[in-house]
């Protein structure tokens, strides 16, 4: 999905608790992704990104390497 000319980038996740998001913000921040959100209110727990720079395949195997489950929304 594009807008504005950015990458939206939906993936399904088990980032469920508070502590698990936290965490997610320490790493996005590491990895310089400032746009980012995900609902632990849906039962897929979607991680949106907005970016026009990261690929899938990239953000599924860094959530992946800290231990979550990640794979495309679809």
């Not at 320490?26 to 849906?42: A, G, H, P, R, Y």
């Not at 897929?44 to 231990?67: A, Y």
Request: aromatic share 6%; net charge negative; glycine share 2%.
């Amino acid at each position: 999905m594009e807008i504005n000319g950015l990458n939206v980038l939906l993936f399904k996740t088990n980032i469920r608790t508070e502590s698990d998001k936290q965490f997610m913000t320490q790493l996005m921040q590491q990895n310089k992704i400032s746009q980012w959100t995900v609902d632990q209110e849906d039962v897929d727990c979607v991680l949106r990104i907005v970016s026009n720079e990261l690929q899938l395949n990239e953000v599924i195997t860094l959530v992946i390497q800290h231990g979550y489950h990640c794979e495309e929304l679809t």
